[in-house]
Nanobody
Framework: QVQLVESGGGLVQAGGSLSLSCAAS????????MGWYRQAPGKERELVATVSIGDSTNYADSLKGRFTISRDNARNTVFLLMNSLKPEDTAVYYCNAHNSWYGQTYWGQGTQVTVSS
């Protein structure tokens, strides 16, 4: 059974930082590209960042320089460090695992991030 379990969300003041983690089980973690997506109330889910099998990273243009994604294959975990948070970063953040070869995509249950002004 595949599980992606996010943690680290919470309430933070504008300008603050949060670090999210996503622990994966039930997959060969190193074979999957990992990503973070977010969904704000009334909006569609959008890309935050991805990290490939080879550690290449990709970010939403609006988040470059504030957010950093990384992965630790030994711990089957992907991280998202969020700095200089803004109220508009408030959303549920979802972890994603994707393997294009197998055509498999998995999602975590999400973790709430709330940034107060």
């Amino acid at each position: 059974q595949v599980q992606l379990v996010e943690s680290g969300g919470g309430l933070v003041q504008a300008g603050g930082s949060l670090s999210l983690s996503c622990a994966a089980s039930g997959i060969i973690f190193s074979n999957y590209a990992m990503g973070w997506y977010r969904q704000a109330p009334g909006k569609e889910r959008e890309l935050v960042a991805t990290v490939s099998i080879g550690d290449s990273t990709n970010y939403a243009d609006s988040l470059k320089g504030r957010f950093t994604i990384s992965r630790d294959n030994a711990r089957n975990t992907v991280f998202l460090l969020m700095n200089s948070l803004k109220p508009e970063d408030t959303a549920v953040y979802y972890c994603n695992a994707h393997n294009s070869w197998y055509g498999q995509t998995y999602w975590g249950q999400g973790t709430q991030v709330t940034v107060s002004s």
